[in-house]
């Protein structure tokens, strides 16, 4: 007996949207989990620094692209068979990643992996929506917005303790099993819509080109840029040129064409539009703090993957916490205003990181990541509901594919201005602290007078190398704080960003959440 989506038992929906949420974890789990082992995976393909970057920006632009294609890829293949195809990619490509045996081959099979397993993301938005009604919708928005932030922040905590423990390989064979059980479960129980093949025909082809092009080119512009100085670089100026031609072109496109990929004309709806704007500012936060926090205990801690991961596990621990609290009260509470105290609670937390000192360690990060993690709760989960929870059923499949990417497009142009925040700042601060060390400065007179008296004596007495040592050690010294200096302008930047989108919350209008199919759709 055929039965709409929204009418199967309420078990069986639970089971087939918890087992979608597993493929859509560790998908997300993956953009960040070498992000603290990087210096491991080096070693053992012997890399240098600039090759290594690659194992996170081949994965990042890979999935990038593919985000947005995944709605019309799901009307073609139907929600189930996209997504089982796209965990037995995962699974694959997880296993080459940790058979590699040089750093160009990990390069190419982080892209695949990226470019296979990015599909089961936007899908599991798709699929709550269809599956749950009022209240239910509230509390599966929950988990997917809860699992949105708390994956990639995770992920320098699993990714340190499984290098530490096991070795790097492990990184990636580690999603195996949960590959396995997403790929075989999943086609099973997941029956929302038909495949419609004739959408072969007619399809937009030129525009999947152009926003392939576009958002590659983007993607490897805001990552590389920090490194290379920015448009000082020629592949950095010409990536940046082809992609915002390519931009324009598929903007027009797309507006154009009668059957695009990526349905822009959603961004009339005000909630639509504004949701997007939201989830992008939040993709900042979540990202380019896990970029940050890890870099400044490596750099300046000198902390192995393992002391980062524990570091930063606060954050994920209180996000946890944080789910009952919202559930209750998005039953009782406008989603707006939760969305809204959520916000500017982040932006408490940024701000709260902004008093950093060079002797800093879990103690002291425990405050600002404990907040972080609450409000990201409140942040993130609101915005799912907000944003799709008013498309109707046939264009939330094409949605769900842009408010993605809105997301991963904030976190990497959070990753790249904090890059450039580190690079430009750091070069300011320590300039200005070295014009305060000269002869009328009596307390570095006293330090350099006492390591060049360690030093002379750990040297035999040689007193040239020994005041050479001792002016080496005053420049570390002095980078040191201008390093920690530069992180604390760039958490600064962050928590205006925040309380800029606080002050936009009341912008957006309350959602009529959209009935799920009441007919047969499978």
């Keep these: 007996m055929n039965v709409a989506p929204g009418e199967l038992p309420l078990a069986t929906r639970v089971f087939a949207f918890a087992s979608m949420c597993v493929g859509f974890f560790i998908a997300l789990l993956d953009i960040q989990i070498v992000s603290a082992s990087l210096a491991e995976i080096g070693g053992g393909l012997s890399a240098g620094a600039d090759e290594l970057a690659w194992v996170q920006t081949s994965y990042l632009i890979a999935e990038i692209v593919v985000i947005p294609l995944s709605g019309w890829l799901s009307r073609v293949m139907s929600t189930r068979w996209l997504f089982c195809a796209s965990a037995v990619g995962f699974t694959l490509t997880s296993l080459l990643c940790g058979w590699a045996w040089n750093i160009e081959s990990m390069i190419v099979f982080r892209a695949l992996q990226g470019f296979l397993g990015g599909s089961m993301i936007p899908t599991v938005f798709t699929t709550a929506f269809i599956y749950f009604n009022n209240q239910q919708r509230v509390i599966a928005a929950a988990t997917i917005g809860c699992i949105a932030s708390l994956a990639p922040t995770l992920g320098p905590t699993v990714g340190g303790w499984i290098t530490d423990n096991w070795a790097w390989h492990w990184l990636f064979f580690i999603n195996l099993v949960p590959g396995i059980f997403v790929s075989i479960v999943v086609p099973m129980l997941v029956r929302v819509d038909r495949p419609d093949p004739s959408l072969l025909r007619g399809a937009d ?145 940024m701000w709260n990181f902004t008093p950093i000192t060079h002797d800093w360690g879990w103690r002291e990060l425990l405050l600002p990541q404990a907040f972080r993690g609450f409000s990201q709760q409140f942040a993130a989960t609101p915005t799912v509901s907000l944003t799709l929870g008013g498309l109707a059923p046939e264009r939330l499949k094409l949605a769900s594919g842009l408010f993605n990417l809105m997301r991963n497009l904030g976190g990497a142009i959070g990753i790249a201005v904090c890059g450039t925040i580190l690079n430009d700042r750091t070069n300011l601060h320590f300039l200005r602290l070295a014009e305060h060390l000269n002869s009328g400065n009596p307390p570095m007179l006293q330090f350099v007078q006492r390591a060049t008296v360690n030093e002379t004596a750990a040297r035999g007495g040689d007193a040239l190398h020994g005041q050479a040592a001792a002016m080496k050690q005053l420049w570390a010294l002095t980078l040191r704080e201008a390093q920690t200096q530069t992180f604390a302008d760039a958490f600064f930047v962050m928590a205006l960003c925040f309380v800029v989108a606080t002050l936009m919350v009341p912008l957006m209008r309350k959602v009529a959440m959209q009935a799920a199919p009441q007919r047969n759709s499978h």
């Design 205 to 349: 082809y030129l525009g999947m080109a152009l926003m392939a092009v576009f958002l590659g080119c983007l993607e490897y512009t805001l990552e590389e840029g920090p490194r290379w100085d920015w448009f000082g670089d020629d592949t950095i100026r010409a990536t940046a040129w082809i992609s915002g031609i390519a931009g324009i072109a598929f903007i027009w496109r797309s507006l154009t064409y009668s059957q695009p990929v990526v349905d822009l004309r959603a961004l009339t709806s005000r909630n639509f539009s504004l949701g997007c704007f939201f989830s992008f500012v939040t993709g900042i936060g979540i990202f380019a703090t896990i970029y940050l926090t890890p870099l400044f205990l490596a750099r300046v801690r000198g902390f192995s993957a393992l002391e980062i991961g524990e570091a930063v596990f606060s954050t994920g621990l209180f996000q946890v916490c944080a789910i009952p609290f919202y559930s209750v009260l998005a039953r009782r509470i406008d989603l707006r205003w939760l969305m809204m105290f959520g916000l500017a609670c982040f932006a408490v937390s």
